[in-house]
Nanobody, 124 residues
Framework: QVHFVESGGGLVQSGGSLRLSCVFS????????IGWFRQAPGKEREGISC????????AYADSVKGRFTISIDYNKNTVYLQMNSLKPEDTGVYYC?????????????????WGQGTQVTVSS
């Protein structure tokens, strides 16, 4: 049974960093795109980053490009989102998701499974 859990969220000051983790079990990270999404208070969920285990392509939303980095540790079956230079507008619940496709057509991919989310709060 596929199971994955996000962690690493928390409260950080503006300009700080966090690293989110999405640990998979019962699932092999191959031929699938993995996405990170976030939902800010009162806003719709948006795709912010994607990585493909098929062709290693990545994609980022303009709002996070140059500050966030997505990566995979295949030994740990874990996908990371390193977030630097955090801003108050990065506040929200961050979700890991498995894509219904195998490559990154953009930062927002069609999703077939969602994680439970982890809260990120950036104070000014």
């Amino acid at each position: 049974q596929v199971h994955f859990v996000e962690s690493g969220g928390g409260l950080v000051q503006s300009g700080g960093s966090l690293r989110l983790s999405c640990v998979f079990s019962g699932f092999t990270l191959e031929y699938v795109a993995i996405g990170w999404f976030r939902q800010a208070p009162g806003k719709e969920r948006e795709g912010i980053s994607c990585i493909s285990t098929m062709d290693s392509t990545t994609a980022y939303a303009d709002s996070v490009k140059g500050r966030f980095t997505i990566s995979i540790d295949y030994n740990k079956n874990t996908v990371y989102l390193q977030m630097n230079s955090l801003k108050p507008e990065d506040t929200g619940v961050y979700y890991c998701a498995t894509g219904a496709i195998s490559t990154c057509v953009g930062p927002a991919i069609p999703v077939n499974r969602w994680g439970q989310g982890t809260q990120v709060t950036v104070s000014s």
